[in-house]
């Protein structure tokens, strides 16, 4: 019994890395995407800058 749950709590801790991992990825890629939103907003909000002072001038 004692090799079984030993076996399991192992099995169990490989899973809670790979979750870590995975998790960690994720996150990475959230932050990512985010700044890429970021960046695409200010370049638009540029766009319409220049775009309100050439219909003004």
Known sequence: ???YRS???????CQNDEIRK???AAEDEV???RSAA???L???ESTVE???RRAKG
């Open 31 to 33: 932050r990512k995407a």
């Open 22 to 24: 995975a998790r960690a």
């Open 7 to 13: 076996e399991v709590e192992q099995f169990i801790s």
């Open 50 to 52: 220049r775009f309100n």
């Open 38 to 40: 970021d960046e695409a």
């Open 1 to 3: 019994m004692t090799n």
């Open 42 to 44: 200010r370049e638009f």
